[in-house]
Each structure stands twice: as structure tokens, then as C-alpha cells.
């Protein structure tokens, strides 16, 4: 018996089509873990280390470091367990100067009876939102300059890059005192001020990573079709070199959180009476040097916090750099 064939027809429009169920997204968070476990214990790392940083939503101001990184002014961060400044005192009423860890203080206590921890959950805020509008700053600059000078090339290469190489040839951790000590447009130390240091020194390295990018992109054959369908400098610039090198800059920007942190610290350890005073990693150290073969407790742990920060950021980084670089995913 032969088939109608808009029988047929009307049977298959009728008919449910196939779709492919969707992964959640932790599958991805998964597979990522299984192929780059040390990526994930950076993340993990810099995942708890972005906690530490968090407190209570207490209003909207103009955006400042450390407490109103981007203009919500957040309370004392939860981890602390005790105030900042809190002095501490024993059964006889004298300060719990340098005492060891314990059940009550778990890293201990400083010169001046404060907690420890508070010390360094309060410090690891102040080193992060730094270290995050240092990155910010180098990174616009750096992405600006960069793919203008490896797109246009030529006389604009020639000079941006001579420029970049006067930059670069100045000490870094030099040209960082030098600012943070002549506190330029300020009237005291000031976070902001150094965190616009630590940006600006880091613009040369950034640029130098985002120009070469641009100088393979820009020979692609779809930017090549742009040019011959009369798209603008700026258009193609815009629409095709930037979202293509845009792995390249997250990889800049992750990877150079860790450094930054490190610089901060520094910053904090070699001038402390030039940064704002305040629970500070490097300032930590710097008030413990003179004492730390005997009351080593707040020294070491603030070291180990600066540590362990680097350490995340750079596995994080590099196993982004091996996820989101073509080149590498073999």
C-alpha cells in the first residue's frame, strides 16, 4: 500500500526535535579541575583570598581604597573575628604582647596586642583591591598603547615603543619609592596614589605583551577583509583586533595581580612611614624584622599570606594561559 507522502510530512513536522541537553556549569568547572588541578588550587586560593576581603554593604561613596574599592563602602570584613585595632589584655591587665598562637588568637598577637589574624584578613583587603586598580590602570593604558602601536606601525611604533623603552629602563621598585616619597597631587601617603604608581610602572610590560599580539592579528585574513570593506582604523581596531587578543589580556591581568601584590608589600616593608598606616602585609613584616628571631609569629604569617597570594594568582594565570592560548591547548 503506498504512503501518503504529506502523511509523511505532517508525521515528522509533528515529531519533537532532538535537542542536546545542556551541561551544567559545574561539568565545566570539573573537566577544568581534572586538567589543570593546579590551576583550580589557584583559583580555589584566590577565591578564598577575594572572601577575606568581604563585609557588610554599610553605603555608596566615592570609590577609595581600601574599604570602597568601587563605590559600595563595605564594613569590617567577616573573617576577622576581632576589631583590627583591638588591644588585648591579660588576667593582669598588661598587654598580650607577642603571644603564640592559641584557641583565642590563632595566629597570635603583635607588638601592641592586636590580633593577628584580623591583621591579616584586614591586609589581605588592602593588597587585593590595591593590586586590582594597579592592574586596571596598567591594563587600559597598556592595551591602548599596544594595539595602536603594533596596528598603525611605522614612525607611531617607533616612538611609543622608544618611549616604553625609557620606561622600562627605570628601576621599577626605584621609580615606585621615588612617587609614593614625593606623594605628588596628595597631601600624605595615600593608597590611591600608590596604586596609580604600581599601574603606571606597570604600562611598559603590558603594552609590550598586547603589541606583539597585535602584530600576528593584524595580518589574519578577516582583518585583511575589514580593510576591503572600507571599516575605519578605529572600527577595525575596535570589532576585530581587540576581541581577538582579549585572551592575551586576561592572562596579562591575572598573572600580574600576584607581582602587584608582591610590589605593594614591598612598598610597605622598605617606606612604611610613607603608605597609609593600617593592617598591611608589608607593614607587618616591617614591624617584626627587628624582633623576629624571637617573636617570629606575626612576621611569618604575614610572609606566608604574601605567598600565598602570589602562588594563586600565578597557578590561576598560568593554567589560563594554557586554557585560552590556542598554542598551548595540545
Known amino acids: 500500500m503506498a504512503v501518503d507522502d504529506t502523511a509523511i ?67 569590617s570584613p567577616w573573617m576577622e573575628r576581632y576589631g583590627v585595632e583591638d588591644n588585648f589584655y591579660n588576667e593582669g591587665g598588661r598587654l598580650r ?17 592586636r590580633d593577628v589574624w584580623a591583621r591579616v584578613v584586614n ?5 587585593l583591591w590595591v593590586g ?20 598603525f606601525g611605522g614612525l607611531t611604533d617607533t616612538t611609543s615603543q622608544r618611549f616604553m623603552d625609557a620606561l622600562q629602563a627605570f628601576p621599577p621598585l626605584i621609580a615606585l619609592i621615588l612617587i609614593v616619597t614625593i606623594q605628588p597631587f596628595t597631601d600624605g601617603p595615600s593608597l590611591t596614589l600608590a596604586a596609580v604608581a604600581l599601574g603606571t610602572v606597570g604600562v611598559a610590560a603590558v603594552q609590550r605583551i598586547v603589541r606583539g599580539v597585535v602584530l600576528s592579528t593584524k595580518e589574519q585574513q578577516y582583518v585583511e577583509a575589514s580593510r576591503v570593506i572600507g ?16 585572551a592575551s589580556i586576561i592572562i596579562v591581568f591575572s598573572t600580574g595581580l600576584g607581582t602587584v601584590i608582591l610590589a605593594e608589600a614591598a612598598l610597605s616593608f622598605i617606606v612604611p612611614d610613607k603608605m597609609p598606616q593600617g593592617a598591611s602585609w608589608g607593614q607587618m613584616l616591617a614591624d617584626t624584622y ?20 602570589v602562588l594563586a594568582f600565578n597557578l590561576a594565570g598560568d593554567a589560563l594561559r594554557d586554557v585560552l592560548d590556542p598554542r598551548l591547548r595540545s
Open 9 to 75: 510530512g505532517a508525521v515528522a513536522a509533528a515529531a519533537p526535535e532532538y535537542v542536546r541537553p545542556q551541561k551544567a556549569w559545574w561539568h565545566g568547572v570539573l573537566k577544568f579541575a581534572r586538567k589543570k588541578p593546579l590551576g583550580a588550587v589557584g583559583f580555589t586560593m584566590a577565591g578564598i583570598l577575594f572572601f577575606m576581603t568581604l563585609g557588610t554593604p554599610t553605603g555608596v561613596a566615592v570609590p577609595s581604597l581600601p574599604n570602597t574599592p568601587f563605590g559600595i563602602t563595605m564594613g
Open 97 to 113: 604582647i607577642y603571644e603564640g598562637p592559641s584557641s583565642t588568637h590563632w595566629l597570635g598577637t603583635d607588638k601592641n596586642g
Open 123 to 127: 591586609g589581605a583587603r588592602r593588597s
Open 132 to 151: 586590582i586598580w594597579a592592574l586596571i590602570i596598567a591594563t587600559a593604558i597598556g592595551t591602548t598603547i599596544g594595539v595602536t602601536s603594533g596596528y
Open 231 to 246: 571599516a575605519t582604523n578605529i572600527r577595525t581596531m575596535r570589532y576585530y583586533i581587540l576581541p581577538n587578543i582579549m
Open 290 to 309: 627587628p624582633v623576629i628571631a624571637n617573636e617570629p609569629w606575626p612576621g611569618v604569617s604575614a610572609a606566608t599570606a604574601i605567598a600565598l597570594g
